[in-house]
């Protein structure tokens, strides 16, 4: 994986499942293919096989959630050996939209899927949560998104700029990404510029008229 990484997720948004998955797969491949720069997509569990097998040798993608459960009686679980199997490079965990919460069972499936061969992403509400899991943990990136700018308008480059600098201050430099309501080159541009080494985002790409476009403008402020 290069840095600075833009890190698309595409959430359960209708026009980033199933066939529209594959499409927006592909406006991520061709913006990476003009620009030079490095993105990766967090895709559906219900898509990745297909997703990550038809394009993650171009595309690194990546689960949007993983389980500790193992083979066998483990009904529903995504298990981190297969996510891995299917082609997938890394796995988002914690997401505020789907909290693990106990740091236990968080530093069990850190674990799996680094044994596993996936680059670990664990999100993080705020700076402190954030630093007591890359002491914990040592996952390979933080992501920190406060959730109450999870999905609106104004994003936490422009609302928190203070949470950016103060994350890569505890977290530690080349370990954070930021996120929550990040849609223009401006946006990542602050947070660049604050030490954070990517962002992740959703809607801005999600429910974009031209997604291509705005991973172009994205771009500009790396
Ligand atoms: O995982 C990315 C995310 O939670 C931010 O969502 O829609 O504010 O870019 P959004």
């Known amino acids: 994986m290069r840095f600075p990484l833009i890190l698309t997720n595409f959430k359960n948004y209708p026009s980033a499942l199933g066939e ?25 569990a219900l898509d990745l096989r297909n997703i990550a097998g038809r394009f993650g040798n171009e595309l690194p993608v990546f689960a949007q959630h993983v389980d500790d459960g193992g083979y066998g009686s483990t009904t529903g679980k995504i298990i981190p050996e297969e996510v891995k199997k299917l082609g997938a490079s890394g796995a988002l965990l914690n997401h505020s939209e789907c ?4 740091m236990e069972r968080l530093g069990k499936i850190i674990g799996r899927c680094r044994d596993a061969g996936l680059m670990v992403v664990v999100c993080a509400e705020d700076a402190e949560e954030g630093a007591q899991i890359m002491e914990k943990f ?8 406060p959730p109450e700018l999870i999905g609106g308008d104004i994003s936490v480059s422009s609302a ?11 977290i530690g430099t080349g370990k954070v990404l930021v996120g929550a309501g990040v849609k223009t080159g401006e946006d990542v541009r602050i947070a ?31």
């Not at 529209?20 to 913006?31: G, M, P, R």
């Not at 909290?99 to 106990?102: A, H, K, L, V």
């Not at 040592?138 to 998104?145: H, M, Q, R, W, Y």
């Not at 928190?160 to 505890?170: C, D, F, N, T, Y």
């Open 20 to 44: 529209s998955a594959e499409h927006l797969a592909e406006i991520h491949i061709q913006a990476m293919k003009i620009t030079g720069k490095q993105f990766a997509v967090a895709v559906s």
């Open 99 to 102: 909290r693990i919460g106990d």
């Open 160 to 170: 928190r700029p203070e949470l950016i600098e103060e994350s890569v201050k505890k």
């Open 138 to 145: 040592s996952p390979d990136l933080i992501a920190v998104e």
């Open 192 to 222: 660049m510029e604050l030490g954070a080494v990517g962002v992740l985002l959703a809607s801005g790409v999600t429910k974009a008229a031209d997604p291509g476009r705005v991973l172009e403008d994205l771009v500009s402020g790396l």
